[in-house]
């Protein structure tokens, strides 16, 4: 199975800041790697797929790069209602693997 | 507009099997390009994806529940049923499931979201 670490687990920001997740395969997966966000007691949500892809009406200050083992996303100016938790997932290989996720709070 | 639901029981004993029903409407389960995963949240841990059901009937599982676990559909009702045998307390968690969208190289992902089910194993 493919492995992804993500780090940091959490991350404490302030509003306007900008902030950077990173998620690293166990090996090549291309650019086959999406990330979601979750909110407390809610499903997830695409972002951003195939790596750097925008999902349609996701706010632009979201933005995903990397190709191969190493992936970063970034939120560019954060907002109040972007704190939750957010993972990578990959589907390059079954069975697909997610991150063990980045909690992200307001300072 | 694209949903799912998740439906079965809210507790189960250990070592009792878990049947999980995940209604979808908007998309037909025989679409090319459209398949059904179950991924699991256990409290305050991380998504674990389980199983999924591709649109040709082809089926995958998770490496370690491989063995517990059976994926199916039943395209006329518009269903994906997960079966979990041998519950365990470790298998409290919120159960999802979620379609995936399969452009190849262009992309897959895993989108919308059911809004999950909680199941807790206890005695």
């Known amino acids: 199975d493919i492995q992804m670490t993500q780090s940091p687990s959490s991350l404490s920001a302030s509003v306007g800041d900008r902030v950077t997740i990173t998620c690293q395969a166990s090996?090549?997966?291309?650019?086959?790697l999406n990330w979601y966000q979750q909110k407390p007691g809610k499903a997830p949500k695409l972002l951003i797929y195939?790596?750097?892809n925008l999902e349609t009406g996701v706010p632009s200050r979201f933005s995903g790069s990397g190709s191969g083992t190493d992936f970063t996303f970034t939120i560019s100016s954060l907002q109040p209602e972007d704190i939750a938790t957010y993972y990578c997932?990959?589907?390059?290989?079954?069975?697909?693997?997610f991150g063990q996720g980045t909690k992200l709070e307001i300072k | 507009q694209v949903t799912l639901k998740e439906s079965g029981p809210v507790l189960v004993k250990p070592t009792e099997t878990l049947t999980l029903t995940c209604t979808v409407s908007g998309f037909s389960l025989s679409n090319a390009r459209m398949g059904v995963s179950w991924i699991r949240q256990p409290p305050g841990k991380a998504l674990e994806w389980l199983a999924h059901?591709?649109?040709?009937?082809?089926?995958s599982y998770s490496t370690s529940l491989k063995s517990r676990l059976t994926i199916s559909k039943d395209t006329s009702k518009s269903q994906v049923v997960l079966t979990m045998t041998n519950m365990d307390p470790v298998d409290t968690a919120t159960y999802y499931c979620?379609?995936?969208?399969?452009?190849?190289?262009?992309?897959?992902?895993?989108?919308?979201w059911g809004q999950g089910t909680l199941v807790t194993v206890s005695s």
């Open positions: 059901i591709f649109s040709n009937d082809e089926k």
């Open positions: 997932q990959q589907y390059d290989n079954l069975p697909y693997t």
């Open positions: 195939a790596a750097s």
């Open positions: 979620a379609r995936m969208l399969e452009y190849g190289d262009y992309g897959n992902w895993f989108d919308p």
């Open positions: 090996q090549d997966i291309s650019n086959y």
